[in-house]
């Protein structure tokens, strides 16, 4: 079935550090690729997504793209904030899993001003 | 504001006892998905439901069942309840087409505390 690795956390980075959260996946056929963010106290939500081989998603100066060559979709951001301190989670959807999510263990981000 | 909502926020019961939890998609969504959120295992997928048939089934363990109703809202029962049952329980929604690059959208989950 879909699996996925994520960099071991806490990571923890002052403000208008440059942020990378390594993500690495398993999954069947030609999977989608999401990062969820999670806030303290609040449920998942969608950070950004890529749905083909060298896609770019962005969101909120976050970035990913597709490595079908090295099953990733590392996060960045250039420049963090107080307000990104959260769990972010990567997450592929693949060809069998009928768009069931397969969560990596999450990255607890700190970030100090 | 994900447009799912979940009933209630917050419980608390005993061991032994059957708890109830209520999601209510997104309007025209007609897929829902559950997820259990513990420490120890993270966040897993247990089942899903596409206009009011299982789709898909993850980790759910036999004392758990769900169902999706002709309105689309779905329950999740828990039953016989034990104390690594506490977790937070997470419903998703999404339209349910093919596409696999779909957003799920979540709810603020529900709490559930065994004591």
């Known amino acids: 079935g879909d699996s996925v690795t994520q960099m071991e956390g806490p990571v923890t980075l002052s403000e208008e550090a440059f942020l990378t959260i390594n993500c690495t996946y398993t999954?069947?056929?030609?999977?989608?690729l999401f990062w969820y963010v999670q806030y303290p106290g609040e449920g998942l939500q969608l950070l950004l997504k890529?749905?083909?081989?060298?896609d770019k998603g962005s969101n909120k100066g976050f970035e990913a793209t597709y490595r079908k060559e090295t099953t990733s979709f590392h996060l960045e951001k250039g420049s963090v904030q107080v307000s990104d301190s959260a769990v972010y989670f990567c997450a592929p959807v693949g060809g069998t899993s009928y768009g069931k999510l397969t969560f990596g263990q999450g990255t607890i981000l700190t970030v100090h001003p | 504001d994900s447009g799912v909502t979940q009933t209630p926020k917050h419980l608390i019961t005993a061991t032994g006892q059957r708890v109830t939890l209520r999601c209510s998609p997104r309007s025209g969504d007609l897929s829902v998905y559950w997820y259990q959120q513990s420490l120890d295992q993270g966040l897993q997928f247990l089942i899903q439901y596409y206009n009011g048939e299982e789709r898909a089934k993850g980790n759910i363990l036999e004392r758990f069942s769900a169902q999706q109703f002709p309105d689309l809202h779905s329950e999740l029962n828990l039953s016989s309840l034990e104390l690594g049952d506490s977790a937070l329980y997470f419903c998703?929604?999404?339209?349910?087409?093919?596409?696999?690059?779909?957003?799920?959208?979540f709810g603020p989950g529900t709490r559930l505390l065994v004591l």
């Open positions: 890529a749905t083909k081989a060298d």
């Open positions: 998703a929604s999404s339209s349910g087409g093919p596409f696999l690059g779909e957003t799920q959208y």
């Open positions: 999954a069947t056929g030609y999977p989608s």
